[in-house]
């Protein structure tokens, strides 16, 4: 029996990055709807047609909207070639105000960095030509060097592609040091994965808040374009308070996932702060799904309650 919510949480993250069941709980015919419901609260749909119709909801509450196709670790060339045919179309159909994200292991990282940064490269030229900021998502600790090296690559062409770092890894201080030098926004997470405490702050630890902080008021006395991303309201009102004065037009910006945090995202626009709001979408969403329920254990009641409905 799981009596600790952190147990539950690790088993979680577990599950997440089982592929067997990556593969089989969405297509088994008890599991899948009941996992489908749950999805449901955080997943926008499996089409990009439903992913613009999310975003246009977005954009109707006066938020920038940053639209995934989510997908991870694909190891076939050719369909990592047909993911990228997808994001290159949603490119040139999200209305502006829009940015794409992506993982690269979803388009050839975890085939070679070489096809990650053929893809990626493709993915570039369309949001650029659609005038759409292209942001590379977080994955876990053993792919971060092959990220930002794709990611310092891409920046050798392309002046609006971001990258996502993660407060919780201790690497970060030094990452962020050389990814300051770069163009395209810098996207701060707590991070998600599943990681020793060798590499990574615990989840609950105190410090990884102070670490957040650090890394926001860094980024914030840089005036490099940025995202704080975080539902947690200790850290949105802590960063207000450091940024000062918001206006329209600060490089910074406010982000919380679709079906999280819409009240803070409401709080921060009043305030006067820039808001984007994460609208993900696709058939593989089970590591998605799973890393949001372990973020908060409470929202394993909440599971319950939308797979019953």
Known sequence: MIDDPRQAA???RTMALDEELKARIPGDPVLGPLARKVAARYVAGETTAEALARVAEVLGRGHRANAEYMGESCRDPERAGRETDVFVDLARRLPAGCSVSLDLSHIGLAISDDLALENGTRIAEATAAT??????????SGRTDAVLAVHRRLCERFGHVGVTVQARLHRTAEDLAGLLALPGRIRLVKGAFLEPETIAYA???KVLADAYLRYAQLLAGSAHLCSFATHDWDLIHAVDDLLGDPSAAAPWEFETLLGLGPDRLAAMAERGHPTREYVVFGTEWWLYVCNRLAEDPNRLFQAVVDAAA
């Open 131 to 140: 005038g759409r900021e292209m942001i590379i998502s977080a994955e876990g």
């Open 203 to 205: 989840r609950d630890d």
């Open 10 to 12: 690790q088993v979680l």
